[in-house]
């Protein structure tokens, strides 16, 4: 410990380094339940590329492993420290370098929260697409490194389409750049898609260059109700077989609905099911929610209720925005999952949670992402009973089985960090996992960088 803290010293300023164990156990873990965490040895927060990369010296040098970290709102346990090991908080690596509007690119540190980026290039007539729920407080470090998605993708995509290019500091200290500032590019492997969803495992990103979108038109939204889970489903396909091209399109399910109406008075009825909320950025929108409200009815909406503006619009979503911490006052702890489907099976994923909330007798309400597949199935439990904690981490594990059962992929956008780690063996398949932990001692042959993760 003297001799890390000493060779760490030589190259970083004092307030760089925090040692005292109080604080330093407050950077041990994410916000994943059910997800082991060791003791830091020591919390570094750089400010510059040459000290990442005198992190990454030491640590090979000493043999210490190193875990990175955003700002820690994954739900994976990606971000969990290790017994002993190096914490890097890239924290405050948090400036916006270059934002270029010929380009239309973005160059920026990992800290720079999400929420700042997208009103600094709103600024400009710009867009930064990925929203994921926590975009107020999580990092673009933290969104490269889980892939993370948000309400947008079904019209944008995820963060991967985004990232253009990255500088890396690899486990031995030396600096990568990967990928292009232009719109096209295709020279060699594309390592920069392999850096985006590695949590950490093969490279500390310190600079990403991130493409833009005009600013679109504010959007507007509909939200229609409905009597079966199963009717919203159908809606959801009849909406994207009819090929329109939602901004937004949401879907909570009776449980939710009625624990952010227990939350926050939200005046939706109890008779609702399951309510989806859709949205566009066009030119017209009100043409686009006329169609998709027909749409609704036919599948058998009782209720369609289409904003008349953007104040409205909010309205609307504020009800999918409090969403999860609703559910967490339901028993006090939450469980969420991260299963994606085929559109075409989120009506049979639904039924099948149902059944498994009753087989466990727990508490699971569903919020999606409905127009890309991407469910998150929330299972609510008590903590302090060892019992119902148990049924919680079992019913996890039959959501999870019943996700590939029908096609589907165990994470969508959180990441498999500890917590699914089993899971992504059974769907890559033992080819799959030896060809991925090749590339990984390719990169980090010492298995120094956010050891057991993944794998």
Partial sequence: MDDLLAQLRAGLPGEALITDPDITASYA?????????????VVVLPRSVEQVQHVMRTAT??????????????????????????????????????????????????????????????????????DPSSWETCTIGGNIGTASGGLCCVKYGVTAEYVLGLDVVLADGRLLTTGRRTA????????????????GSLGIVVRAVLALRPQPPRQLVLAAEFGSATAACDAICRIMESGHTPSLLELMDRTTVRAVNAMANMGLPDTTEALL???????????????????????????????????????????????????????????????????????????????????????????????????????????????????????????????????????????VGVLKK?????????????????????????????PGKLF
């Fill in 277 to 415: 909320l859709a949205a566009f950025d066009t030119h017209d929108p009100g043409a686009d929610l006329a169609a998709v409200g027909l749409l609704c009815e036919a599948a058998g909406a009782t209720e369609v209720v289409p904003a008349e503006d953007t104040a409205e619009s909010e309205l609307l979503l504020q009800a999918r925005r409090l969403a999860l911490p609703a559910l967490e006052t339901v028993k006090g702890t939450t469980m969420i999952d991260d299963v994606c489907v085929p559109r075409s099976r989120l009506g049979d994923l639904l039924e099948g949670i149902e059944r498994i909330g009753e087989k466990y007798g727990l508490t699971i309400g569903v919020c999606a992402h409905a127009g890309d597949g991407n469910t998150h199935p929330t299972v609510c439990f008590d903590a302090a009973d060892p019992d119902e904690s148990r049924r919680a981490r079992e019913s996890f594990n039959e959501i999870m089985a019943l996700g590939l059962e029908l096609g589907g992929t165990i994470t969508g956008e959180h990441g």
């Fill in 61 to 130: 040098a000493l043999r210490v492993p190193v875990v990175p970290q955003g700002a820690r709102t994954g739900l994976s346990g990606a971000a969990n420290a290790s017994d002993g090991c190096i914490v890097l908080s890239l924290l405050k690596m948090d400036r916006i370098l270059e934002i270029n509007p010929v380009d239309r690119i973005a160059v920026v540190e990992p800290g720079v929260v999400n929420a700042t980026l997208s009103r600094a290039v709103g600024e400009q007539g710009l867009y930064y697409p990925p």
């Fill in 29 to 41: 873990h994410d916000m994943a339940s059910f997800c082991e965490a060791g003791t830091p040895a």
């Fill in 184 to 199: 096209k590019g295709v020279a060699g492997y594309d390592l920069t898609r392999l850096f985006v969803g590695s949590e």
């Fill in 422 to 450: 089993e899971w992504l063996a059974r769907e890559l398949g033992p080819v799959g996992v030896e060809l991925q932990r090749g590339i990984k001692q390719t990169f980090d042959p010492l298995g120094l960088l956010n």
